[in-house]
């Protein structure tokens, strides 16, 4: 029996509901054929794959082990968790959803603090005023260790926080956090702002693979299919069908539109008859349309797509490239 | 199945012998007059990371006790001895002590788990021959190793704090100044930005810092609570409304066009590219300083500087093969005088055995009052292997 391909993917909140509707969308419905309190699930109508349900935390140590393949997680996590990042996995794609940023914040209070070199000087100030050092509650110990190191920051401690970070200096256990944070409600609600250049890393849910676990033929295959339809379903997403005939329908009437908006021509120039299809962003769809029909077009039709599946691979090619 | 065998006993030889080398070599610092002592391996990990920065945290093996506490497997052995000698009820009068033991430290090269023997010597007044010692003391370990000639890089933190200090700069760049000491591409960034001007960019302070010219302590803070409650700000968080204050009226007095004058900044980097042998880099010292008019404010470290070269001359040490540079820092916060590194010179750049002066520590540590305190390690496998 040949070693399943293990996909592990949030098991709560909305991480699971953008994750489960991700792959749902890329033509790959997650199911859970022993009831919805399972933790192990598999892929609709594809053999060989086993679906993990963990935390996003789990997952990404599970990547570093390579005790499963492939992961949906936050990139924070990873470089949070993982000090070699680049050794142990594959960022294949960012997912478009799962936006966070880790920022450092400091109490609004502190109006002589807006930027980096200001925490320095206020950090040294601290500890010639207070006989100790100012502490930086986070659950992000690596990335502001580095972060503040490459800001010349160097008198602070970190105290490590589990949850409810940004409550810490209000409840007197900390001076300042570092934290992820969506909108910045939260950090508000808790009377602290963001320092301005104190964006450590913006962050968003990728698609990783784990380059440790056991790669063997059958697991990579079923990676390719998986890829495959991301990306086909990626690429879907990024254009709308376009189509119309006319017989002023020329090469060179294609290659301006190229020029215009940015289209694509998955099938060539225009036939015989004068029948084109083209592939264009949404954004340009209605200026692409009125430039046909000024051009003699009677009738254009867009659609949306479902799939563009094309003869390269680019995720595979980078999960190969990598592993 | 020969073959293996003699490569076990081979092994079994060499580890035997590198012990009794190290063994011998504490010995004689018993001998000397400095009692051996074992400090627990498992520490607390807060006066590591609390001394040493936070930097350090990636190197240690940390865990927790079941009530939370944090500990660490000694990643070195001088915070605790200074540790034991604080709770051992001597504490500010002088004792001196050596070791040898394993410390801990995860390494990109070689195993985490290492031998250092070293020493540490607490409370003594006489520093010049103190530090002296220490130096004489860590050449007889490579000595004693068979290295008869080391590189030997020595420097002095306390001459840039006195020259630091004796500068007419505002407070805060001072501190910033000193703290940068030991990361120098940090401070070649500070004199670039206070070559500049302090508050360029920073158009946001200026309504602030103007209203705060001239202000003194007590309405710099009632503007900075107005300010405050304006915002409906409650909770400050940490720093007091003074402190806010303080920081502004510093900035304030900085003023918008304050910069760092060019001739101090001269005076820094010509400081700082002094080096060579002692004599020669004090003669050089000495006439920056009286250039500079800042003779009595440097001449307490200098005097210290070459009195502790009379020392070493005494203890034999030939002063010409000691590399001086006033730049030199060894990367650590609580050195507060006298450093110095003994390296191989035909082997890696790492020291064999380093040391310094850390007469701040001690308080750090909670001591009531400062102790002067100074010691060394000795990497003992980077010795033997060197010896091998």
Redesign the interface.
Same mark, same amino acid.
Do not use: C
């Given at each position: 029996m040949t070693v399943p391909l293990i996909l592990a993917v949030p098991a709560k909140g909305r991480l699971q509901e953008n994750a489960e509707a991700f792959f749902g969308r890329a033509g790959l419905p997650l199911i859970k054929p022993r009831g919805a309190r399972d933790y192990r699930g598999a892929v609709a109508g594809l053999d060989g794959i086993e679906v993990a349900y963990l935390s996003a935390s789990e997952i990404t140590s599970q990547l570093a082990q390579g005790a499963v393949h492939l992961g949906v997680t936050g990139e924070d996590l990873v470089r949070e968790q993982m000090?070699d990042a680049d050794k142990r996995v594959v960022l294949i794609e960012a997912l478009g959803f799962g936006h966070a940023n880790v920022v450092v914040a400091v109490?609004?209070?502190? /109006?002589?603090v *807006?930027t980096m070199a200001d925490v320095?000087?206020?950090a040294?100030?601290?500890r010639?005023?207070h006989g *100790?050092?100012?502490r930086v509650a986070t659950k992000y /110990?690596?990335l502001? *260790?580095d972060f503040?190191?490459r800001h &010349?920051v /160097?008198?602070? *401690? /970190?105290v490590e926080s589990a949850g409810a970070t940004e409550g810490a200096?209000?409840a &007197?256990t900390?001076?300042?956090i570092v934290d992820i944070t969506t909108t910045g409600t939260t950090l508000a609600a808790n009377?602290l702002k963001i320092v301005e250049d104190g964006t450590i890393l913006r962050s968003q849910a990728n698609l990783v693979a784990a380059r440790g676990a056991e790669w063997g033929g059958p697991q990579r295959e079923l990676a390719r299919v998986i890829l495959d339809r991301i990306a086909a379903q990626a690429r879907a997403r990024a254009f709308r069908e376009v189509r119309a005939r006319f017989a002023g329908c020329d090469t060179k009437l294609v290659d301006e539109a190229r020029e215009k908006f940015a289209i694509e021509t998955p099938f060539g120039g225009p036939t015989s008859s004068g029948m084109l299809t083209l592939h264009c962003p949404p954004t340009q769809v209605y200026p692409l349309t009125g430039f046909l029909r000024e051009r003699g077009a009677e009738a254009v039709s867009v659609a949306e797509l479902d799939y563009v599946f094309s003869k390269d691979n680019p995720l595979y090619a980078k999960l190969e490239a990598g592993l | 199945m020969l073959d293996a065998r003699r490569d076990k006993d081979m092994d079994a030889t060499t580890a035997q012998t590198k012990d009794t080398r190290a063994e011998a070599l504490v010995a004689s610092y018993e001998r000397a007059g400095y009692a051996r002592v074992q400090p627990a391996i498992l520490q607390p990990a807060e006066p590591f990371l609390d001394l040493s920065g936070e930097d350090i945290r990636k190197r240690m093996f940390l865990t927790a006790s079941p009530n939370g506490e944090e500990l660490c497997l000694r990643p070195d052995l001088t915070i605790p001895v200074s540790r034991d000698y604080l709770a051992s009820g001597t504490a500010g009068k002088p004792a001196s002590y050596c070791y040898l033991g394993p410390v801990f430290r995860h390494r990109a090269n070689g195993p985490a788990e290492f031998l250092q023997a070293g020493i540490e010597s607490f409370g003594r007044a006489d520093k010049a021959a103190a530090d002296a010692e220490m130096l004489a003391l860590g050449l007889e370990a490579t000595a004693h190793y068979g290295l008869a000639e080391p590189d030997i890089q020595i420097g002095d933190v306390a001459l840039f704090a006195a020259l630091i200090s004796a500068l007419d700069l505002p407070a805060a760049w001072k501190r910033r100044l000193v703290k940068d000491f030991n990361r120098k591409a940090n401070l070649a960034q500070d004199l670039d930005r206070l070559t500049l001007g302090g508050s360029n960019g920073r158009p946001e302070y200026q309504g602030v810092l103007a209203a705060l010219a001239g202000s003194d302590p007590k309405g710099a803070q009632r503007l900075v609570t107005d300010l405050l409650s304006i915002a409906g700000i409650t909770a400050v968080g940490g720093r007091s409304v003074g402190e806010i204050a303080d920081r502004f009226l510093e900035q304030s007095a900085l003023g918008a066009s304050t910069k760092l004058p060019r001739e101090v900044r001269g005076l820094i980097e010509r400081f700082l590219s002094i080096q060579g042998e002692p004599d020669d880099a004090a003669a050089e010292l000495r006439a920056l300083a009286l250039e500079a008019q800042m003779k009595n404010a440097l001449d307490p470290a200098l005097d210290l500087f070459e009195n502790r070269a009379g020392f070493l001359a005494a203890h034999g040490v030939d002063l010409k093969r000691l590399r001086f540079s006033t730049a030199f820092g060894r990367g650590f916060d609580y050195y507060t005088g006298f450093v110095f590194e003994i390296t191989d010179p035909k082997g890696s750049s790492e020291p064999l055995v380093a040391g310094g002066r850390y007469d701040g520590l001690l308080a750090r540590l909670g001591a009531a009052e400062a102790i002067s305190a100074v010691g060394f390690a000795v990497w003992i496998e980077r010795l033997a292997g060197g010896a091998a």
């Open positions: 000090p109490p609004q209070a502190w /109006i002589d *807006r320095d000087d206020v040294t100030a601290f010639h005023t *100790r050092k100012m /110990i690596n502001t *260790r503040f190191s &010349g /160097i008198d602070y *401690r /970190i200096p209000a &007197g900390a001076e300042l009377a | -």
